[in-house]
Every structure is written in C-alpha cells, then in structure tokens.
C-alpha cells in the first residue's frame, strides 16, 4: 500500500507539489518576523511602566548632585520666660467686691480691691473686711497656705511639728503644718505655736522673706538706715528684713520710714504686703503705691 503523502520524485531530485525555492525563503522569513514580534510582545508584557535604568554609583551621585538641596530651618533654642508669662496673672473673678468697712478713701483700697476682685481676700459674714484689726499667727498660716504652693524640699522633707497648743483638733492644723513645713512659720522658742497671738510686723516680714528663701548681700548698715526706728529691730529679723526691703515687700503706713517692727500687724497691712509678694514672684502686674519702703516719702492724704 502507498502512503497517503507519498512525494513523487522526478528526475532532477525534487519532491512532486513541493513549493519552489523563492517561495519557501520567504514563508521562512515570514515565520521568523512572526516568532519575533511575539517574543517582544511577551517581554515587554512583562516589563513595569515608567521604569527608571538602574544607576551605576557615579550616575547615582551625579543624580543627586543635580537635584536642589533641602532647606533646613534653623535650630530653635528656648528662650527664658519672664516672671509675668511664667506665672499668668491671676484672672480677675469679680467685678466690684464690697465691704462695709472699706472704701476708695482707705491707704490700701488699690492692692486690697485687687486682691478682692481676684477671689484672693474675704471678708467676714457680716460684710465687713475689719481692716484695722490685728491678724493671729494662726490666721497668718492660713493665708499663706490658701496662696503660696511653694511645696518644702522634698530631698529633706520637715518633720511634722507637735506643738501642745495646735492639736490635730485645732482649725488651723493643717495649715499650721503645712506653713511650717514651707517654712514661712516656726513655733517659739518654748516649742509652743501660739496660735491666736497677733503676729507682729516684723514676723510678717521674716515669714515672706523666709518662705520665699530671700537672700541679701548688702551691708545692714545701709538698708537698716532707711528705718528711722531701725533700732527696734530684733537681731534675729535683721537679714530677713535687710532681703524683704530690697525685694519691695515691705508695706508701712502712713510714713515707709517708720517701721514699727513689733507692733501687731492689722488685716489691711498683712494684706498689702502679700499683694506686694505675689507682684514680686511675677503673679500680679505692678500696682504704683505710695507706702513701700525704699521709695520717696509720700504725703499721707488717706483714712484709716
């Protein structure tokens, strides 16, 4: 049997049907172009888009150099706050407190209404502030305590301090305590407190320049001979004093030359020098008052 594709051969060799030379060279050439386009069409299937030739070290660096530098800002150093933007002032909660006792007569009415206005100073039940009446040591504390946060060292936290006359049954306890421990106050030589005994000037001032931990370098010859009564200055309360004054703590009416240090210092007068405290540590703007020692003499012209 023949097979079905059985080339007849003629005589010069070619297989009968076959394509001619010519022709077969081309189909060939079609084939490989067609082979061809696939092969690229595949490749480029497979390549990402809008990708960058690698970059050898010096086209890299050349690469970077070309673009612009960053801008970096310069380095910020904190700065200082001043007194009054480190301690805000305290706002004001009232618009015109009253008392019945107290009007714009009195030598105090700027820095006591001020006080009063911040929800800093009360009054009594009855309405009246009692300016002229003496303070005690116990109410002292208490002022101090309500406000000063000045928290003692706590790398050598005080003792409590046991006083027979301030029993943890007294109303002033904890403020006592607490003063003591911040060390604007201290019990007397006898170990006693004396609660209700009126503080005198003298302790006012030595209380804020202790508690507030003010120190002087000057000679008390110079500051003392500002006092015309400076003789009457205990020994003990010299420097205290001698740091106070310079700080413009010391509030005395009607002469600021005359000190009185050991008269019992009223409600009005521990009031001033307290606003005239809290003015030095930054917490109240600057009110200008006549009665602060170290400035000029001021001719009295207001009531008690």
Do not use: C
Not at 167 to 180: E, F, G, N, P, R
Not at 244 to 264: D, R
Request: hydrophobic share 40%; no cysteine.
């Amino acid at each position: 049997m023949l097979p079905l594709f059985h080339a007849l051969v003629t005589s010069k060799g070619q297989a009968q049907g076959a394509l001619p030379q010519p022709w077969r060279r081309r189909l060939l050439a079609l084939l490989g172009a067609i082979a061809a386009g696939t092969a690229l069409v595949a490749w480029t299937s497979k390549r990402p888009l809008n990708r960058e030739p690698p970059l050898t070290p010096a086209a890299l660096f050349h690469h970077q150099a070309s673009r612009q530098p960053l801008t970096v800002p310069p380095q910020v150093l904190p700065q200082p706050l001043p007194p009054h933007q480190a301690w805000p002032e305290l706002p004001v909660i009232k618009a015109q407190p009253r008392f019945t006792d107290l009007s714009a007569d009195h030598w105090a009415w700027p820095l006591l209404i001020d006080l009063a206005q911040r929800n800093l100073l009360a009054g009594f039940p009855d309405g009246s502030f009692r300016p002229a009446e003496p303070m005690t040591r116990a109410e002292f504390a208490t002022q101090v305590v309500q406000l000063f946060s000045l928290p003692p060292d706590l790398s050598q936290p005080a003792p409590e301090a046991h006083y027979p006359d301030v029993d943890s049954t007294h109303w002033a306890h904890v403020s006592v305590q607490k003063a003591v421990q911040m060390k604007f106050l201290s019990g007397s030589p006898e170990g006693k407190f004396l609660p209700d005994q009126a503080i005198s000037r003298i302790q006012v001032i030595t209380a804020l320049a202790n508690g507030l931990g003010l120190k002087s370098s000057s000679s008390p010859s110079t500051v003392l001979a500002f006092y015309d009564d400076d003789d009457e200055v205990p020994p003990w309360a010299t420097q205290s004093l001698l740091a106070a004054t310079e700080a413009g703590l010391v509030v005395s009416y009607p002469m600021p030359t005359l000190l009185s240090p050991n008269q019992p210092a009223s409600r009005a007068e521990v009031a001033a020098m307290l606003h005239r405290t809290l003015t030095y540590i930054g917490r109240l703007e600057e009110i200008p008052f006549p009665y602060v020692a170290g400035q000029p003499t001021p001719t009295p012209n207001r009531a008690d």
